[in-house]
């Protein structure tokens, strides 16, 4: 009968036990892939850091107040807004409810949330601190964020951006900086190909003005900037569904489908924007980044103006960046773009801002895709150590311990075992060398080393061993 009720609660608990998931649009990542990341991570800081970027950090969430309007609605909408707990879920803006006044009266039950990008806690972080930084201000960041966004291919609800900005100047200088970088970090990526597209958001303005639609100007470039989702005729519709006239609407189509090199784009909105100055202005500013880079030159990448683009955030004001991959279905990789009052929103006036982001998530599967990644890089560890025994253990850790002291990755198999299976695990683990020492090798101060990658084995002293470890690291 005990038997019975024993079996009998076993198979209750296999029924109750949960199934391992993890939410949608999030990942776990194995240590090859960790490898990977870290490679990604290290080279975007290494060029961050030579153009003179200091690094800091903000905490994972902010105030809600902080992020709600900030992004539009379109943004808005994907914050993952922290539900309050204990007492404050008892503070509840009921009156708000009652009202219909559904934003304060979310506003009351969760006022924190997980941050959507780096660059509005950026800008929280400079006014809040700005007694304590150097103007201009140069940083790089490099955190996960969250959006509530539908997970699919290349898009996630958590990834990690990649965000060097500087505020404290309005020099074109950091746009051209920021060219480079783009050029830089992609090219050391080893990316075969890629295009970095420029607008300047006074050039849509500037647009928006000659339609007679400068006041709608953010409808006018969210639409916009849905060109390469939805297509011409995709934005027309959703252009007309806003209320925008079919004179507007004309007046801009012949902008989607322009052709021709950025001097040829340059010439034609000189005329199309005659009569704006605010257009004017940003193609000014266009021509001075475009003759810098002309300069300059590139090493791989391929800067292009982009009469269509937008992006959709809301606190851009000049020059604005998108980067494409070739040879890969994905959408953009890099973003980013000037800001001109962002810190205003926190009280600090009069303060530009330019910034770009690596989305380091995109930029993994681009160049997982491509087969990038170093093949070494797998190699978590660099020499095992075979285990024969206590007596020949108790020797081995004393080598070992010197080998680590060396600089190299080094560990001995924990258990006695099969040689085949030791041998296996050094296999599975990419381990180039493997280290063996019997009961003869500890009398002899010999040892046996085998080259896991050719195969070949010899019996060297344990000095030459050492001085081999000390070649290697």
């Known amino acids: 009968m005990a038997l019975f009720i024993s079996f009998t609660f076993k198979i209750l608990l296999s029924n109750m036990a949960q199934k391992p998931a993890i939410p949608k649009g999030t990942r776990d990542f194995l240590p090859s892939e960790v490898a990977k990341r870290n490679y990604l991570f290290e080279t975007i800081k290494s060029v961050f850091r030579r153009y003179g970027y200091a690094p800091i950090e903000t905490p994972s969430f902010e ?15 994907l914050i993952f807004r922290i539900l309050n707990s204990g007492e404050k879920m008892r503070k509840a803006d009921l009156d708000a409810l009652a009202s219909d006044n559904l934003p304060r009266f979310a506003n009351s039950l969760a006022e924190k949330a997980l941050r959507y990008d780096l660059t509005v806690p950026f800008a929280r972080f400079v006014v809040q601190h700005q007694n304590e930084l150097t103007f201009p201000f140069k940083r790089y960041q490099i955190q996960p964020v969250w959006r509530a966004d539908r997970p699919q291919h290349g898009r996630y609800q958590e990834f990690t951006q990649c965000d060097v900005d500087v505020v404290g100047s309005e020099s074109l200088l950091y746009e051209v900086e920021l060219i480079q970088i783009f050029d830089e970090v992609l090219s050391k990526l080893g990316l075969p190909g890629f295009s970095i597209l420029i607008n300047n958001r006074k050039i849509l303005s500037g647009i928006a003005e000659v339609s007679n639609q400068a006041s709608r100007i953010v409808e006018f ?6 060109l390469d989702k939805i297509g011409e005729e995709g934005v027309v519709k959703e252009l007309t569904e806003k209320g925008f006239g079919v ?3 004309e007046k801009i189509r012949p902008l989607f489908a322009f052709q021709g090199s950025n001097s040829d784009k340059m010439e034609l909105m000189r005329t199309y924007l005659a009569q704006s100055e605010i257009g004017q202005q940003g193609l ?36 604005i960046f998108e980067v494409k991959a070739h040879d890969v279905k994905m959408g953009s990789i890099c973003g ?16 530009s801002g330019v910034g770009i982001s690596f989305g380091a998530d995109r930029i993994y599967d681009v160049m997982t895709e491509l087969n990038l990644f170093p093949s070494t890089l797998d190699k978590t560890l660099d020499i095992l150590f075979i285990n024969f025994g206590d007596t020949e253990a108790r020797y081995s850790l004393q080598l070992l311990k010197e080998v680590r002291q060396i600089g190299l990755a080094a560990e001995i198999y924990p258990s006695v075992a099969k040689l085949q299976k030791q041998l296996k695990y050094a296999n599975d683990r990419n381990v180039p060398y493997v280290v063996m020492i019997g009961a003869e090798e500890a009398a002899s101060g010999m040892l046996g080393f ?8 010899a019996q060297i002293s344990r000095a030459d061993f050492l001085t081999k470890c000390a070649q290697l690291s």
């Not at 470039?221 to 849905?226: F, G, L, N, Y």
């Not at 773009?337 to 006036?349: E, H, I, N, Q």
């Not at 085998?450 to 084995?457: A, F, H, L, P």
């Open 247 to 249: 004179e507007a609407i």
């Open 63 to 77: 105030l809600s107040t902080t992020l709600m309007g900030k992004y539009g609605d379109e943004g808005d909408r």
């Open 221 to 226: 470039t969210v639409a916009i900037d849905k």
């Open 336 to 351: 980013g773009g000037r800001y001109d009052d962002l810190t205003a929103l926190f009280g600090l006036k009069g303060l």
């Open 450 to 457: 085998k080259d896991m990658v050719s195969g070949q084995q």
């Open 284 to 319: 000014d500013e266009l021509q001075e980044v475009l003759d810098h880079i002309a300069e300059l030159g590139l090493s791989k990448g391929e800067l292009i103006f982009d009469l269509t683009l937008a992006r959709g955030l809301n606190y851009y004001t000049g020059a």
